[in-house]
C-alpha cells in the first residue's frame, strides 16, 4: 500500500512537471520595462495599439511584440501605422529604453507620423538587431554614427522622415546590409565612398533628399543587387562605369539631378535592367547604341537632357521588351514618327518636345496602348485614326501642335480619362468630348486657346470632370445650371469666350472648386451669394464682364486682389467700394 502511494505520488509530480514545461515562459521584467519606457514617451496613440499594454505577461497579450518562445524575451517590436490615414497615428519620442532589448532582432516603429526627436545612441545596445525599420515617422537631428555599429543589421530603412545633416560613413561597416533607404530625408552633402564593405547589398534608396556632388565608385562584385535609386537630389558629375557593371540590377533611377556629360557606351553592360530612369539631368550628346542590347529592358525614360541627334539604328531592332518609352524634351529631331514605335505593343509612349512633323501614326495592333503624348511638336493630323485603332487609350496629351480638326466629327474612345489638345486648330463643338458616353471617364479635359465654337453641352450625372479648360475659343450660349452634376470639379476656365447671361447659381454646389476662371465674357447680373459655400477655392477671375450687384462678402471672395473683378458694369463690396444701396438691392 505504502509503495502504491509513492507511485502515485511522483506520477502526480512528474505529470505537473510535464505541464508546466508545456506554458512558455512569461516575458523578461526587464524587457517589460523597457517596453514600458517606450510607452511613457508616447503621449498619444490613436491607433489603440498601446492599448493593449497591461498586465505582466507581455509575450501573450501586448499587440506588437513578439518573444522567444523558449525564453520569453523580447525578440520583435512591430508597430506599423496605415500611412494612407493620417487620423491614426502614435505622437511622441523613442525612449532609450529600448536599447535595452539585448536580444531584440527586429524593431519596426513605422507610419506613425508623428514620432519626433532622434535615434537615442542606446541602441548601440542592440547588438542582435536584424531590422531597424523607422519609415514615414517625423523623425529629426542627424542619422546618428550608432546606427553603423549594429554589425548584424539586414535592413535599415529610415526612409520618409527629417533626418539633416550628411550620411555617417560608419554605414559602410553594415557588411551584412541588405537593404538600405534613406530616402524622403533632408541630407545633404556627398555621399561617402562606403560602398565598397556592401557587397551583400540587394536594395538600396537614398532618393528625394540633397544630396550632392558624384556618384561613388561600387568597387567589387555586388552579386544581389537589383535596385538602386538615387533620383530627386542634386547629383553631379558622371555616372561611374563601376556602377553600369554590376550585371544583377533590374531598376536603376537616377532621374533629377544634375549628371552631366554622354550616356557611357557602357551602360550597354546592364544586362538584367527592366527600368532605366535617366530624365531630367543635363546627359548630352547622341544616345549610345548599345541600349538596344538590353533585351529586358521594358521602361525606358531619358527625357528633360540635352540629347541631341536622330534615334540609334539599334532601336529598330532590339529593346524586344519595352513597353514604355519617353524621349521628351531633348534636342532630338525625329522627324516622322519611326515605323517602330507604330509597330510595337507599347502602353505609354512620350515623346514631347522631339520635333515630330507631319501626321499622327498609324498605329497597328495597339490594344494596349494607354498613354501618349506628342506635346510641342509639328503635328498636322492624324487624329481620328488614332482614336480608331488605340481603343485602350487612357490619356492623350496633344498640346501645343498644328492640328486641324474638327472635333465633333472625332469619336473619342470610352476609356479616355484625359484629354490635352490645348493650343491647336481645332474647330467644332464640345458634342463629341461632353456627352454621356464619355461622361464616366472623362476626369481632365483641356481644349483652351482653339477655334472651338456653339454652346458648352449639358452636363450628365456620372460625370467625373475634374478639370475643364475650354478657355480662349469661340464657345456662345450660357454656362448650363447642370455642371453641377460634376461634383468632383475642382478647376473650371471658361475664358476669353463669347459666354451670355448669368452665372448659375448652381456652380456654388461645387464643394471641391479651387479655381474659377470667367473672365473676358459677356456674363451679366451678379455673382450668385450661393458662392459663399466654395470655402476652398484660392482662385477666381471675374474680370471684363458684365456683372453688377455686392460681391459675396464672406471669405476668401471677399480678399481676393480688386484685379479680380475689374472692368465691369457695377460690382461693389470688399475688395471693391462699398455698394450704394440701389445696387445692394438689385
Not at 521584467?29 to 517596453?35: E, M, T
Request: aromatic share 6%; glycine share 8%.
Amino acid at each position: 500500500m505504502q509503495i502504491t502511494s509513492w507511485v502515485g505520488l511522483i506520477f502526480i509530480i512528474l505529470s505537473i512537471r510535464g505541464c508546466s514545461s508545456d506554458q512558455p515562459p512569461a516575458c523578461a521584467a526587464s524587457d517589460r520595462a523597457s517596453l514600458l519606457g517606450f510607452k511613457s514617451m508616447i503621449l498619444r496613440d490613436t491607433t489603440g495599439t498601446l492599448e493593449s499594454w497591461v498586465g505582466t505577461d507581455c509575450c501573450q497579450d501586448w499587440e506588437g511584440v513578439v518573444c522567444d518562445p523558449s525564453t520569453g524575451r523580447v525578440t520583435g517590436l512591430v508597430l506599423q501605422g496605415p500611412v494612407e490615414d493620417p487620423t491614426l497615428y502614435m505622437k511622441g519620442a523613442l525612449s532609450p529604453s529600448l536599447g535595452k532589448l539585448k536580444f531584440l532582432e527586429e524593431l519596426q516603429i513605422s507610419g506613425m507620423n508623428h514620432i519626433t526627436g532622434t535615434i537615442p545612441d542606446s541602441f548601440a545596445g542592440l547588438t542582435r538587431l536584424r531590422q531597424l525599420v523607422l519609415q514615414d515617422n517625423s523623425l529629426e537631428g542627424n542619422i546618428p554614427d550608432v546606427v553603423g555599429r549594429i554589425p548584424s543589421l539586414q535592413g535599415l530603412l529610415l526612409s520618409g522622415n527629417s533626418f539633416s545633416g550628411q550620411i555617417p560613413r560608419t554605414i559602410g561597416n553594415l557588411r551584412n546590409v541588405q537593404q538600405l533607404s534613406l530616402s524622403k530625408n533632408l541630407l545633404d552633402g556627398p555621399i561617402p565612398p562606403i560602398f565598397g564593405g556592401l557587397q551583400m547589398l540587394q536594395f538600396l534608396d537614398f532618393s528625394s533628399n540633397f544630396l550632392s556632388g558624384p556618384i561613388p565608385e561600387f568597387p567589387g562584385r555586388f552579386p544581389n543587387l537589383t535596385n538602386v535609386d538615387f533620383s530627386s537630389n542634386k547629383l553631379s558629375g558622371q555616372i561611374p562605369v563601376s556602377l553600369l557593371s554590376l550585371s544583377s540590377i533590374s531598376a536603376l533611377n537616377l532621374g533629377q539631378n544634375q549628371l552631366a556629360g554622354g550616356i557611357p557606351e557602357h551602360i550597354g553592360s546592364l544586362r538584367s535592367i527592366s527600368k532605366l530612369d535617366l530624365s531630367d539631368n543635363r546627359f548630352a550628346g547622341q544616345i549610345p547604341n548599345s541600349i538596344g542590347k538590353l533585351h529586358n529592358l521594358w521602361y525606358l525614360n531619358l527625357s528633360r537632357n540635352v540629347l541631341s541627334s536622330n534615334l540609334p539604328d539599334s532601336f529598330a531592332f532590339g529593346l524586344p521588351s519595352l513597353s514604355v518609352i519617353d524621349l521628351s524634351y531633348n534636342n532630338l529631331n525625329i522627324g516622322v514618327i519611326p515605323n517602330w514605335v507604330k509597330n510595337r505593343q507599347l502602353y505609354d509612349i512620350r515623346l514631347a518636345g522631339c520635333n515630330l512633323r507631319g501626321s499622327l501614326p498609324n498605329f497597328t495592333n495597339q490594344d494596349s496602348l494607354t498613354y501618349v503624348d506628342f506635346s510641342d511638336n509639328c503635328l498636322t493630323g492624324g487624329i481620328s485614326i488614332l482614336f480608331q485603332n488605340a481603343p485602350s487609350l487612357s490619356d492623350v496629351r496633344l498640346s501645343r501642335n498644328r492640328l486641324r480638326f474638327d472635333l465633333s466629327r472625332v469619336s473619342l474612345p470610352g476609356s479616355l480619362r484625359s484629354l490635352d489638345l490645348q493650343s491647336n486648330q481645332i474647330t467644332g463643338s464640345l458634342s463629341s468630348v461632353i456627352n454621356p458616353k464619355t461622361s464616366s471617364s472623362l476626369e481632365l479635359v483641356d481644349l483652351s486657346n482653339n477655334r472651338l465654337s456653339g454652346a458648352i453641352p449639358e452636363f450628365n450625372q456620372t460625370s467625373r470632370l475634374k478639370v475643364l479648360n475650354i478657355g480662349s475659343n469661340r464657345i456662345e450660349g450660357q454656362i448650363p445650371t447642370s455642371i453641377s452634376n460634376s461634383i468632383e470639379l475642382q478647376r473650371l476656365d471658361i475664358s476669353r469666350n463669347i459666354v451670355r447671361g448669368t452665372i448659375p447659381p448652381s456652380i456654388g454646389q461645387l464643394s471641391k472648386l479651387q479655381w474659377l476662371d470667367l473672365s473676358k465674357n459677356q456674363l451679366s447680373g451678379r455673382i450668385p451669394a450661393t458662392f459663399q459655400n466654395l470655402k476652398g477655392i484660392h482662385h477666381v477671375n471675374f474680370r471684363t464682364n458684365r456683372l453688377c450687384g455686392e460681391i459675396p462678402q464672406a471669405r476668401p471672395f471677399n480678399i481676393f486682389p480688386a484685379a479680380a473683378y475689374a472692368h465691369n458694369l457695377c460690382l461693389c463690396g470688399k475688395p471693391l467700394p462699398p455698394c450704394r444701396s440701389i445696387i445692394r438691392m438689385r
